[in-house]
C-alpha cells in the first residue's frame, strides 16, 4: 500500500476510556499514570495500538468531546509530561497510541469560542459558524440564540455546549452569513486544527482517532469540499509525519478512505453494516437475527456483501477497522452471550484491516443501565471502570470509596475480572489472548491479507480465505451442520471439526482457522 505506515499492517487496537480504566491517585477517576501501570497487562493481552478517548481541559459536557484547551491534559488525568510518558513506555513495549481529535466543534468555554461571541471583530470571528442576526434561525442545523453578545445565533455540532467550527459552506444559500470553504476567511481553522496535530505528533503521539470526521464542511451533501480539506491534512502527514496514522469516525469507507485519504475508517454499528448483521440485529419482537446469535440460523451473505464491496473499493488505499463495542453503543455482551461472543471474537481477529477492541469486552464486561454521566445518557451503562480482579476494593479500578468513584464498578459477584480470566484457559480473556498471538504470527490474518469467501451456506456455514494459504470457517448454530470445504492443518479450533469420507461435519457453535 502506497504511503500507509508499516506498522499498521500488524495493529489490533484496544480503546481505552481513561476515566474508566485504572486510577493511580486514589481520586475515583482513571489517569494516565493507571494506564501506564496496565501498559504491560495491554501487550500481554496482544494489544499493540491504542486509541485513548478525549483528554483534554474540558467541563466534560460531552466526557471530554467538549474540547476547552487541545493542547493540555485534564488535571483530572495528568499533566502533559505524564501523557509524554505514556508515549515513550508504551513505544518501549512496541505500543503504538492515537488520540482523539475533536476537530468538528470545540466546547463553548474553549478561549477561541470565547473570543468568536464577541461583538468586536477579532481574529476569531470566523472561526465558529455565525447567522448576522440574533433573530436568524436558518433551517437545517441547530442554532443557539440569547447566549452572546454578537449580534447573531451560532450553528452547533452536537450538544448543546459544542458550537460548530467553521470550515465554511460547501453550496451557499444565504450569502449574507455563509462562507465558502475556499475563502481565506476560514482557513485558519483548518491551520490550527493542524497545528493541535502536529503539537501531539512532536511529542510523541502516533496519530489521531478522529471524532465526526465528515461534519467539518456544511451544506456537503457529497462531502467533496469535506474530504478535499482531509486530503490536505492527508498530505501534511505524508511530508512531516510519515507513520503517523488517521482513523475516522466517519462509517463510510470508500469516501474517508478514497476521497479524503484516511488511512482507516471505521466500520461502526450502523443499519446495514457488518456489525449489525453479525452482533446486533434483531427481528421487530426483539428476537435475535444477528449471525453470531446461535439461535438465528442466518446466512453470512446479508452480513459481507456491503462489506466486501468496500473492502474492494478501498483495496490499496486503506483500512476498515470492525468494533467490538465503543463508549457510544451498549457492550457486545448485551447482546450475544458468552459462547456466541467467542465465535465472534474469531471473526473480529480474522478479518482484514485493523481491528478494535473496547476495553472490557475482551473479558466479557456488562452494560450497566443507570443515571446518565457527563452527556453519555443511555451510553453510561458502557463506561463503567474496567474490572481488574475482585480482591482489592472497587475491582482494583481505584481505592476511593465507592461514592467517590467515576462510575460505580459492577458489584455482581459473577461479573468477569481481568485476574480470573487470566487463570481460566477457557476464558474468554485467553481465546482472545490465543486468537491475538495467532494474528501477529500469521501475515496471512494481518490487515493486508486477502479476502474471499469460500462457502457461504443459507444454513449459517461461513468459510473465508485470508491471504494466500488461511481459511476461517465457521458455524455459529446451536446444531450439526455440514461444510464443503476440506480442512487442511488447524492452527485454531473452537467447538469441533470431523471430516469422514469427504464430509465435514461441524459441531454446533464451531470456529475454526486452517492453513492448506
Ligand atoms: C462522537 C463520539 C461521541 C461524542 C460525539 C460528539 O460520535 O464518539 O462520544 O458524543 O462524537 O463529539
Not at 505524564?82 to 503504538?96: P, Q, T
Request: contains cysteine; neutral net charge.
Amino acid at each position: 500500500m502506497q504511503n500507509m505506515p508499516k506498522w499498521l499492517n500488524d495493529a489490533i487496537f484496544y480503546q481505552v476510556y481513561p476515566q474508566s480504566f485504572c486510577d493511580s491517585n486514589g481520586d475515583g477517576v482513571g489517569d494516565f499514570n493507571g494506564l501506564i501501570s496496565k501498559l504491560d497487562y495491554i501487550k500481554q493481552t496482544g494489544f499493540n495500538a491504542l486509541w485513548i478517548n478525549p483528554c483534554f481541559v474540558s467541563p466534560f459536557k460531552d466526557a471530554g468531546y467538549d474540547v476547552q484547551d487541545y493542547f493540555k491534559i485534564a488535571p483530572r488525568y495528568g499533566t502533559n509530561e505524564d501523557a509524554y510518558r505514556l508515549f515513550d513506555e508504551a513505544h518501549k513495549r512496541g505500543i503504538h497510541v492515537l488520540l482523539d481529535l475533536v476537530p468538528g466543534h470545540t466546547s463553548d468555554k474553549c478561549r477561541w469560542f470565547k473570543q468568536s461571541a464577541k461583538p468586536e471583530r477579532n481574529r476569531y470571528s470566523d472561526r465558529y459558524i455565525w447567522t448576522n442576526s440574533g433573530w436568524a434561525r436558518p433551517e437545517g442545523y441547530n442554532w443557539v440564540t440569547g447566549n452572546a453578545d454578537r449580534d447573531g445565533t451560532y450553528m452547533l455540532n452536537f450538544f448543546l455546549n459544542q458550537p460548530a467550527l467553521n470550515y465554511g459552506f460547501n453550496n451557499i444559500t444565504d450569502q449574507s452569513w455563509q462562507i465558502s470553504y475556499k475563502d481565506k476567511r476560514v482557513k485558519p481553522t483548518l491551520n490550527a486544527m493542524m497545528r493541535v496535530m502536529r503539537f501531539w505528533l512532536d511529542h510523541g503521539a502516533d496519530g489521531f482517532r478522529v471524532d465526526m470526521a465528515d461534519s467539518l464542511v456544511k451544506n456537503d451533501p457529497e462531502k467533496t469540499a469535506t474530504a478535499s480539506l482531509w486530503r490536505k491534512v492527508r498530505k501534511m502527514l505524508n511530508a512531516h509525519y510519515p507513520e503517523a496514522v488517521l482513523v475516522s469516525e466517519w462509517c463510510n469507507a470508500p469516501v474517508a478512505i478514497n476521497k479524503a485519504g484516511f488511512h482507516c475508517d471505521f466500520l461502526l454499528h450502523h443499519n446495514d453494516k457488518l456489525t449489525d448483521y453479525a452482533f446486533y440485529r434483531h427481528d421487530e419482537t426483539g428476537v435475535s437475527t444477528a449471525y453470531f446469535c446461535k439461535i438465528a440460523h442466518v446466512s453470512a451473505y446479508n452480513m459481507l456483501r456491503r462489506y466486501s464491496e468496500e473492502l474492494q473499493s478501498t483495496k490499496n488505499n486503506g483500512y476498515i477497522c470492525v468494533i467490538s463495542g465503543n463508549h457510544d453503543v451498549i457492550r457486545l455482551s448485551s447482546f450475544l452471550d458468552e459462547s456466541e461472543r467467542k465465535l465472534a471474537f474469531v471473526f473480529l481477529l480474522t478479518l482484514p484491516g485493523a481491528p478494535f477492541i473496547y476495553y472490557g469486552d475482551e473479558i466479557g464486561m456488562r452494560y450497566i443501565p443507570q443515571r446518565s454521566k457527563e452527556g453519555g445518557f443511555h451510553r453510561t451503562g458502557s463506561r463503567t471502570p474496567m474490572q481488574w480482579n475482585r480482591e482489592e476494593p472497587n475491582c482494583g479500578f481505584s481505592t476511593a470509596p465507592a461514592s467517590k468513584l467515576y462510575l460505580d464498578v459492577d458489584r455482581d459477584p459473577d461479573s468477569p475480572c481481568v485476574e480470573q480470566q487470566m487463570k481460566d484457559g477457557a476464558s474468554l480473556w485467553s481465546l482472545v489472548h490465543s486468537l491475538t498471538v495467532l494474528r501477529h504470527a500469521h501475515a496471512d490474518l494481518q490487515a493486508d491479507g486477502e479476502f474471499s469467501v469460500v462457502e457461504c451456506s443459507d444454513g449459517g456455514v461461513l468459510c473465508y480465505r485470508r491471504g494466500e494459504h488461511t481459511f476461517v470457517l465457521f458455524n455459529p448454530t446451536d446444531t450439526e451442520q455440514v461444510s464443503t470445504v476440506c480442512i487442511g492443518k488447524k492452527l485454531f479450533e473452537l467447538g469441533g471439526v470431523a471430516e469422514k469420507n469427504g464430509v465435514t461435519t461441524l459441531a454446533p457453535q464451531t470456529a475454526v482457522i486452517f492453513e492448506k
